[in-house]
């Protein structure tokens, strides 16, 4: 599976923006799709998941409520819907793939990664 994350950009505090990945391979909707972000200095870390099937979602607390995390399996894309979005928020965006059962929110539980998109907020 290959991913390609885009969607980032400048955006002031309390203004939304929606990434997008999109996936090649005919395996998309086996997979479940994650994203992450890594702010300068920082490591990286789990932002939200959504199930293979697209049933169930699972979100880090920092962005529960603000952000939402879906899939359109037609489009072989994911997407992320960031609200209410907080300097906090500024990093860069990766998008990934696993087969690992469940709500995986571990870098190391995803075998695929796109190239990430910079997300930042302006005060």
């Given at each position: ?23 090649s391979g005919r ?32 979100y880090a607390d ?22 209410s979005l907080k ?37």
């Open positions: 599976v290959q991913l390609q994350a885009f969607g980032g950009g400048l955006v002031q505090a309390g203004g939304s923006l929606r990434l997008s990945c999109a996936a395996t998309f909707s086996s997979y479940t799709m994650g994203w992450f972000r890594q702010a300068p200095g920082k490591e990286r870390e789990f932002v939200a998941v959504i199930i293979w099937n697209g049933d169930s979602t699972y920092s962005v529960k409520g603000r952000f939402t995390i879906s899939r359109d399996s037609a489009k072989n894309t994911v997407y992320l819907q960031m609200n300097p906090a928020d500024t990093a860069v965006y990766y998008c990934a793939a696993t087969l690992t059962p469940g709500w995986a929110s571990r870098v190391y539980e995803y075998t695929f990664w796109g190239q990430g998109t910079l997300v930042t907020v302006s005060s």
